[in-house]
């Protein structure tokens, strides 16, 4: 198995939805090329996290912090990227957000990438997210 070529990832934006306890967050990723063993591909994803025990008011969520198990244990973040026509799991560890600006909250999270999970060639990884969500 290869590394990930994680340097390749850019995170632009994050859109947050749903209700108080039940958000959902998707996070914008630039177009890149993905190469392994002959194959490469232009890769158009997102990072996709849904049933988030998380306020979506963003003035109940800056400053805050929040930790979360890790699937399948109760209270975890359903998440996962689409790459190599497979839906690789992400679990989301923590997030932190930041302080509101005038049209975005700043957000990082910490992420394990589960890469070995569908077998796409790629080991699994660990990945601190920084991109900002927008209002």
Request: one cysteine or more; aromatic letters at 12%; glycine letters at 6%.
């Given at each position: 198995?290869?590394?990930?070529?994680?340097?390749?990832?850019?995170?632009?934006?994050?859109?947050?939805?749903?209700?108080?306890g039940n958000?959902?967050?998707?996070?914008?990723?630039?177009?890149?090329?993905?190469?392994?063993?002959?194959?490469?591909?232009?890769?158009?994803?997102?990072?996709?996290?849904?049933?988030?025990?998380?306020?979506?008011?963003?003035?109940?969520?800056?400053?805050?912090?929040?930790?979360?198990?890790?699937?399948?244990?109760?209270?975890?973040?359903?998440?996962?990227?689409?790459?190599?026509?497979?839906?690789?799991?992400?679990?989301?560890?923590?997030?932190?957000?930041?302080?509101?600006?005038?049209?975005?909250?700043?957000?990082?999270?910490?992420?394990?990438?589960?890469?070995?999970?569908?077998?796409?060639?790629?080991?699994?990884?660990?990945?601190?997210v920084v991109?900002?969500?927008?209002?």
């Amino acid at each position: 198995m290869e590394c990930f070529p994680i340097q390749k990832i850019e995170f632009t934006k994050a859109k947050l939805q749903g209700v108080a306890g039940n958000a959902s967050i998707e996070i914008s990723v630039v177009h890149f090329e993905l190469s392994l063993d002959g194959y490469s591909e232009t890769v158009d994803t997102f990072i996709r996290l849904d049933s988030v025990r998380i306020p979506v008011n963003p003035a109940d969520l800056k400053g805050k912090q929040f930790t979360f198990p890790i699937n399948p244990v109760y209270g975890y973040i359903e998440g996962s990227i689409y790459f190599f026509a497979a839906h690789n799991p992400v679990d989301v560890i923590k997030i932190v957000f930041g302080e509101i600006q005038i049209d975005s909250l700043p957000i990082t999270l910490e992420t394990n990438w589960i890469l070995e999970y569908e077998r796409t060639g790629f080991k699994n990884l660990r990945k601190t997210v920084v991109t900002s969500v927008e209002l």
